[in-house]
């Protein structure tokens, strides 16, 4: 191998480290991108190293003049090296739920939710008891470990009276998740009630799904085997405002629909109703 390529094997292999660095500081994603990057850069330094060993050898030794600054600078980059894949390796370390019911393992709903967070949220447990703030805990350990920009603690409301008016707590085992100046309270630290209260504190916009009528179609508070009353509550358990609206008396869209649905219309629609959704689809979902 050529001393020309031995050379660029190690500015291949500084370029890439950095460059998964940086990919990793401004997105906070530890994905295959930074890890091919990172691991790549790092092996092609490594095999620079190779090809150079006595050189950089004599330099941790303490004899870098008889070999020159280049490969002191060599060593001091290795030890670099090895601390950064030490601290990435630490903060993102594979970890495998082997339970039968994989009781300690958020779902991918939440994982999503986490990674796609763009600023920290504060998550706060109110409790007196060492049991409940365990569990707690326990919950937040897992959230913190797929995102770092999740804050969690908890506020015994004896010790901390302030904190629990600030956050207008009302009784033992409320938990505050806070995104600015923005906050929601739940009674009860499970993954489902705390991942929805993440999801709409952080939601930009209210965001709407609206059920149309007037042709026959199946209503969302219909309790029956027929209804949609089972749709409507798991539509809402993701945060989403779900009504009915009436396309033919209101002659225009709501400016908050993200979802239009006509649940098994029996007749026909009015020729302003089908303009109004042609325009509607046309507009990449926008009245």
Known sequence: MTRKIIDNLLYVGLA???????????????DWRAQVAIYAGAGLVVLYIVFNFASVRAALSGRAGKYG????????????????LNFLNFRHHKRYDLSANKQFELSDQTQKVLKN???PIQ???????DTGAAQFQSLMKEYRYVSSRVE???????????????????????????????????????????????????????????????????GI?????????????????????????NLAQENKLPDDASVIVSAGPKV?????????????????GKS
Not at 123 to 129: A, P, T, V
């Open 16 to 30: 890439g480290l950095f460059g998964g660095y940086i990919y990793y500081s401004v997105n906070n994603q530890w």
């Open 69 to 84: 600054t280049t490969a002191l600078t060599v060593a001091i980059l290795v030890i670099g090296i090895l601390a950064l």
């Open 117 to 119: 967070l763009k600023q």
């Open 123 to 129: 998550i706060i447990g109110f409790y007196q008891d």
């Open 152 to 218: 969690s603690r908890v506020v015994d409301p004896q010790k901390d009276p302030g904190s629990v008016q600030q956050y207008q707590v009302q009784r033992n085992g409320q938990v505050v998740i806070v995104n600015g100046p923005r906050k929601e309270i739940i009674d009860q630290a499970d993954e489902e009630k705390v991942t929805n209260a993440v999801i709409k504190i952080t939601r930009e916009g209210e965001k709407g799904v609206y059920f149309l009528t007037g042709h026959g179609e199946k």
């Open 221 to 245: 508070n219909d309790t029956s085997p027929q209804g949609f009353s089972g749709v409507k509550d798991a539509i809402a358990k993701q945060n989403y405002q779900v009504k009915e609206y």
């Open 268 to 284: 026909e629609f009015f020729p302003n109703e089908v303009e109004l959704l042609k325009k509607y689809l046309e507009g990449g």
